[in-house]
């Protein structure tokens, strides 16, 4: 069975036990973070669906147990090629970043090695990466172009990101230490999923009893037996209509992530491994030497350059005050107000580049309600309402839902 059919299996069961949890503890310190949310398991409603359809025949086994079975892999080294394809309905945001960064960085230059500037790019097209990791101090991640190869390699306590195409190298030290909140290590930068585990793990932590979690058959992925385990939103209004995890049989890692919209068509986020071995790779990968000539850019001067840019951006544009959180679950909505009731940004008025502005033209919805007035920014995935009088409502939900949201705040 392909890994995104549907068995339109349904129904619910108990909340799960604590083992998922004592799984995540154990694994969530690895770069392919190996713990899946194990609190979902306790808290989302999980169908005891069993896997006994499609092909390959696997032992039956109740979304409880393949998410516990998630959180409890302890796999630390891999390495392999993985597929992502991003259709959001917006243009490119390769060339988007460098009209927003100055100087072409977004093209050129030092800063084009940096992972914070290089990594958006996954969020549109389609791209063939390069992965590896040997534990939690070696990871190494290759954007695969035709001509060129983007590289982001932690070893130790030394990142070093390497662009062949303008021969730029970032580099931080001491990188070890730097964790997020879980006290996880990883070589790309938070918020920026890489592999489909990541990707999973993103999926499972927005359940709260919101959500649909199922069995839905078996499938193939890059030569591995998986089952394939689907998260469906409950609420209506959410722009995610589903998402589908492959999961290896034999060691719970997630083989392919796929997200679908409510709207339908094609999937807004498909990404899995085309090949993965999941033996220790070789020592290689993990080494990295500035070739002659290549320009290094030290993490220091790229934090400086980067504030520099920030403050720029908030004198333009003015800082926002603090998030409301309307909603929960998938429906979550932030409201966000800016000082002084701040118009909207535009080319005319000298605070958008007009290649942004072209860009934000193309989304936008203008729209009225008890509100006033303001524009809805879409996506196929992502929405903004931005009101005529400085208030900000976005989230993973319909135009509707943001127009509903708009009216009833306050």
């Not at 920026?192 to 919101?210: C, I, M, R, S, Y």
Request: glycine share 12%; hydrophobic share 40%.
């Amino acid at each position: 069975m392909a890994p995104n059919d549907s068995a339109g299996t349904n129904g619910t069961a108990a909340p799960g036990t604590t083992g998922a949890v004592a799984g995540r503890r154990k694994a969530v310190r690895y770069i392919v973070p190996f713990a899946v949310a194990g609190v979902a398991a306790a808290t989302i409603g999980l169908v005891p669906a069993l896997a006994n359809s499609g092909d390959p025949d696997l032992p039956e086994i109740t979304a409880q147990e393949l998410i516990e079975k998630i959180a409890a892999s302890d796999t630390q080294q891999l390495s392999g090629t993985v597929k992502i394809s991003t259709d959001l309905g917006i243009p490119s945001l390769g060339g988007l970043a460098g009209s927003f960064l100055p100087d072409g960085a977004g093209d050129k230059g030092p800063a084009s090695a940096d992972p914070q500037t290089r990594l958006t790019e996954l969020a549109s097209g389609t791209h063939t990466l390069r992965v590896a990791a040997d534990g939690p101090d070696k990871q190494r991640v290759s954007i695969l172009d035709d001509a060129s190869e983007y590289s982001l390699i932690h070893n130790g306590d030394q990142v070093w990101a390497y662009d062949s195409k303008s021969n730029a190298v970032y580099h931080a030290q001491n990188a070890g230490k730097a964790h997020d909140r879980a006290g996880k290590e990883q070589a790309a930068p938070d918020g920026v999923p890489t592999t489909p585990k990541a990707l999973a793990e993103q999926a499972l932590k927005a359940a709260d009893g919101t959500t649909s979690v199922t069995v839905d058959g078996t499938a193939q992925v890059a030569g591995r037996d998986a089952y394939r385990l689907v998260i469906k939103p409950e609420q209506s209004g959410s722009t995610i209509g589903s998402i589908t995890v492959a999961v290896d049989a034999e060691n719970g890692v997630p083989l392919k992530f796929t997200l679908r919209p409510s709207s339908g068509g094609k999937a807004v986020v498909d990404a899995g491994f085309t090949s993965v071995d999941f033996g220790k790779p070789d020592a290689s990968s993990f080494s990295f030497t500035p070739p002659k000539g290549a320009e290094v850019t030290e993490a220091d001067e790229a934090k400086e350059h980067g504030k520099a840019e920030a403050e720029k951006a908030r004198g333009d544009l003015g800082a926002l005050d603090g998030m409301n959180v309307i909603g929960k679950g998938w429906n979550t909505i932030a409201e966000i107000k800016t000082p002084g009731g701040a118009a909207l940004p535009s080319a005319e008025s000298g605070d958008v580049p007009a290649g942004a502005q072209q860009f934000l033209d193309a989304l936008g919805d203008k729209v009225t309600g008890k509100f006033g007035s303001g524009t809805v920014f879409k996506t196929r995935l992502v929405n903004a309402l931005m009101t005529d009088d400085g208030h900000v409502y976005v989230g993973a939900v319909t135009k509707d839902a943001l127009v509903n949201a708009a009216n009833n705040a306050g």
